[in-house]
């Protein structure tokens, strides 16, 4: 057995599968239920300042649904803790006594003032959490008050809080980062400036979900008219994974801590966030969706993984894929690839042939001799890999690479040696 | 739960229930969307079915009925009765992938049952093009192809013998396939598109030649069915107790009261068709004790499909394979009382006899061995008629120039309502270019 136990910039727990700060994360009910499920630990629900803000009454979440309605895409407008500072905090003590080998990290928003944010912290402190976490991230609601987002999106105020924060605190500082802006990087470089001792992202992205064509009014609607919200769930993972490798790849950002957030559902999203550079994973929508007892097939998933692939522990895991995440200049152009079809496992749907024909290079039949049959033409086919990612077979249609003789295609020789787009001839700035 | 207070739940209730809106969402989300579809190709009536399904996916229920109707306008029917097992079904990629294929014909039913409700009908009878049609028989192909003319602008005239239209849809298929007097619903819908008359209880032959229509139409279409019953030359099938299969699932059909039907405790049908599952499966259904089908060949040549053949056991109903009849022996009161079959076998392709018999009790006997055109109704034209059907051309025009026909009364004939769709569609093209020359 592997052993999955996490030490996140000095953080126990004995997996590395912490519930994001969030409505699963409100309550002391809740929590001792994450934990009793086999949760690793949690990022407390932003606490502000009293008096607590105030939520909608009417609907907080939109959807996105596959034709089967399995959930996609979740949306909130819901805000940060409703319920009074002390309540929080006294919770919070409670449950952290009774969990003591789980991590207890709690999300902070309070208005961009040093004496509000110092104000705020001495009293976690007091609480025995393991951290905190600056929410730099939320783009509804808060951000219109100067808060969450807003923040986040001027890397000069990530750095100025942060920096306040470390003054004050000896407890780890988690930096989280909203995606909704345009280059990841600059706000993970302002939190390393600030002290930070690591950044979690993503945050919710800015959306409107879906359009109540009856009422033409954007959902969750309230009362008719409808706000902007922050979207998460499988479909923010690609966008979140890139993120997390811009800032593990970063030569400013290499060496801070990632906790890597963004609809993370099974074990092998987890791993996946691992592999390019997050120290640990957070999981919202999943629990959300399935409730906690997802944590069972994380755990004895990523568990399996290792044992099979031989990684006795998370830190043979983190960042290894990290090195293969490049610029497009630097890719191989002289790696050349065509499609197969296994012809057994062929269900003859078409659709290969079909995007090919309509959308891309006219490089699969529909019929041989008269007969439906679907196979790759090798002159044609520029080895996209549209074929592979409509096929509803898995390994039906795989990528191979041509090792040796002429790419029928362009007609070049296959060579071998690595060629990429900064030397190519047609390339104006190449200088050759 | 719920009382069911049906006295006959078998005959009254549909034997595949409507799939609801979730139902079909998650079916039709099966669908792959193939392009060149296998099962299109599949459909006697080349429905588009990818089509169709991503409508119902994306909410579009009217406008997959339309897509339905646009090849098909008894798409509803034929997603009742549709072999879909054998069609579109089996050649589902779904069924190469999984052995379980989209449930096409239910979500064909789904979408088609939107136009059961109070729905304006989709589609606009045409500009009158001044042009008079007669449509002869009011089964799947004169409806068919009534409503395509009628969309062409072409005033239709539709004759048919029976007191009621809808051919073997009305008087034919179980019940259970048909509730709720569906098949009479969706003629009214079909003739609801206007410009169509409809005349029941006109025969033609008798009542009215078709020398005479031909000479009063511009066109004529022969939608006749098969009107005959093939005769077995059995001795003793003049006994009581002795019924031609197509004849009690009609007396069935009409009928308003069940417990009026007389139906026997022992009963033997002969036969390998749908005409010979829906007489075995009804007679259980109406409480016959014993019910066995004979038919002369294995369970592989039967023209029953497979899934109607295991509905027909799942009801009771005993099949026995390589049985030929030989003769109706009767009981002490002169009804019958037995039946005598002889063994077959299958020499070089050739069904000969075994010599070995058995006899199988039976106070009634159903004969369901296949119809026959009545030739009488065509005697006085010149229409060639080969091997007892009428003979047409590939645009489904017969050797008369004015006259068309389709159905199961033509030389080819499929023996299938969404085939005889297909002929009476084809030929109203075929009908509508000739007229409109």
């Not at chain 1, 006294?90 to 309070?110: C, F, G, N, T």
């Not at chain 2, 969307?33 to 009217?62: M, S």
């Not at chain 2, 997603?79 to 992938?97: I, K, M, S, Y």
Request: proline letters at 4%; aromatic letters at 6%; glycine letters at 10%.
């Amino acid at each position: 057995m592997a052993d999955l136990s996490n030490n996140f910039v000095g953080i126990k727990s004995p997996n590395p599968f912490w519930l994001a700060s969030a409505p699963p994360t409100d309550k002391a009910f809740n929590v001792n239920r994450a934990f009793e499920a086999g949760w690793g630990g949690v990022v407390w629900k932003t606490l502000g300042e009293d008096p607590p803000i105030v939520n909608v009454n009417g609907p907080r979440y939109g959807a996105v649904h596959s034709a089967d309605r399995r959930l996609i895409g979740l949306n909130n407008i819901e805000l940060i803790t409703d319920r009074p500072l002390e309540v929080n905090l006294a919770e919070i003590r409670q449950v952290k006594r009774d969990w003591p080998d789980r991590a207890m990290v709690v999300s902070l928003m309070v208005p961009c003032e040093e004496k509000n944010w110092k104000g705020i912290l001495k009293r976690v402190e007091d609480t025995g959490a393991d951290g905190v976490e600056l929410n730099f991230g939320c783009p509804h609601g808060m951000s219109e008050r100067g808060m969450g987002a807003a923040v986040g999106q001027v890397p000069e105020y990530i750095e100025m809080v942060t920096r306040w924060c470390k003054e004050t605190t000896d407890l780890p500082v988690i930096v989280k980062l909203t995606p909704n802006i345009t280059d990841i990087r600059f706000p993970a470089r302002a939190a390393k400036a600030g002290g930070a001792d690591a950044v979690s992202l993503i945050n919710t992205v800015s959306s409107i979900v879906s359009v109540d064509l009856d009422t033409m009014a954007p959902q969750p609607t309230i009362d008719g008219k409808g706000s902007h919200g922050g979207y998460c769930g499988p479909a923010v993972k690609p966008i979140a994974l890139n993120m997390v490798a811009d800032i593990a790849r970063d030569a400013e950002t290499a060496d801070i801590p990632i906790s890597g957030i963004g609809g993370v559902t099974t074990w092998r999203d987890a791993a996946e966030f691992m592999a390019l550079g997050a120290g640990n994973v957070q999981v919202c929508t999943a629990a959300m969706t399935y409730g906690f007892r997802v944590v069972d097939e994380m755990i004895s998933g990523l568990n399996n993984w290792m044992d099979e692939k031989g990684h006795a522990t998370l830190d043979s895991v983190v960042g290894k894929a990290t090195p293969n995440v490049t610029d497009w200049q630097y890719l191989n152009l002289n790696y050349v690839t065509k499609a197969r079809i296994d012809q057994d496992k062929c269900i003859q749907c078409g659709r290969c042939h079909v995007v090919c024909e309509d959308t891309s290079h006219q490089a699969i039949t529909l019929k041989v001799d008269g007969k439906r049959h679907f196979e790759v033409i090798d002159e044609e086919c520029v080895g996209c890999n549209l074929c592979v990612s409509v096929c509803p077979v898995e390994d039906c249609i795989t990528m191979e690479e041509l090792t040796t003789g002429v790419d029928p295609r362009t007609e070049n020789d296959i060579r071998r040696e690595y060629a990429n787009w900064t030397t190519h001839a047609n390339n104006p700035m190449s200088g050759s | 739960m719920q009382q069911d207070e049906k006295a006959y739940p078998g005959l009254e209730t549909d034997l595949h229930p409507a799939l609801s809106r979730h139902e079909a969402s998650v079916e039709s989300d099966r669908c792959y969307f193939c392009y060149d579809a296998p099962c299109v190709t599949a459909c006697p009536t080349g429905i588009d079915v990818p089509l169709f399904i991503r409508q119902i996916q994306a909410g579009n229920r009217a406008g997959a009925a339309k897509t339905i109707f646009d090849e098909n306008i008894l798409g509803g029917m034929c997603a009742r009765v549709c072999p879909t097992e054998t069609l579109c079904e089996q050649a589902c990629v779904r069924q190469t992938a999984e052995s379980k294929p989209v449930k096409i014909g239910q979500l064909q039913r789904f979408a088609t049952d939107h136009f059961l409700g109070d729905v304006e009908h989709p589609y606009q009878q045409g500009s009158d093009s001044g042009k008079q049609v007669c449509v002869v028989g009011a089964g799947p192909a004169g409806l068919a192809c009534a409503h395509r003319l009628a969309t062409y602008g072409h005033r239709v005239t539709m004759l048919d013998a029976k007191s009621k239209p809808g051919g073997l849809n009305e008087y034919g298929i179980a019940t259970y396939k048909t509730v709720e007097n569906f098949a009479r619903r969706e003629v009214d819908f079909v003739l609801s598109v206007g410009g169509i008359t409809l005349k029941n209880s006109v025969r033609v032959g008798s009542d009215v030649m078709l020398d005479e229509l031909i000479d009063q139409y511009d066109a004529v279409f022969l939608g006749l069915g098969l009107d005959g019953v093939n005769q077995a030359g059995l001795p003793g099938s003049d006994l009581a107790g002795v019924e031609n299969a197509v004849e009690f699932i009609a007396r069935l059909r009409q009928t308003t009261d069940y417990d009026s039907l007389q139906v026997g405790r022992k009963v033997v049908i002969i036969g390998g068709g749908m005409t010979a599952i829906d007489a075995a499966v009804q007679a259980r259904m109406l409480g016959a004790e014993d019910v066995t089908i004979a038919y002369r060949r294995g369970a592989d040549a039967m023209n029953a499909s497979r899934y109607e053949q295991e509905l027909a056991q799942i009801n009771g109903v005993k099949i026995k394979h390589y049985l030929q009849p030989v003769e109706i022996h009767s009981d002490a009161s002169g009804a019958v009382g037995s039946i005598e079959l002889e063994y077959t076998s299958s020499v070089s392709g050739e069904l000969q006899g075994t010599g070995e018999k058995i006899q199988i009790e039976a106070d009634t006997i159903y004969m369901a061995i296949g119809q026959t055109l009545l030739a009488g109704q065509l005697a006085s034209t010149v229409i060639e008629s080969g091997a007892n059907r009428v003979t047409v051309d590939s645009a489904y025009r017969t050797g008369h120039q004015k006259v068309w026909a389709g159905g199961d009364c033509i030389s080819g004939g499929e023996d299938l309502t969404v085939a005889a769709v297909q002929d009476g569609k084809l030929a109203a093209e075929s009908i509508h270019r000739a007229i409109s020359a």
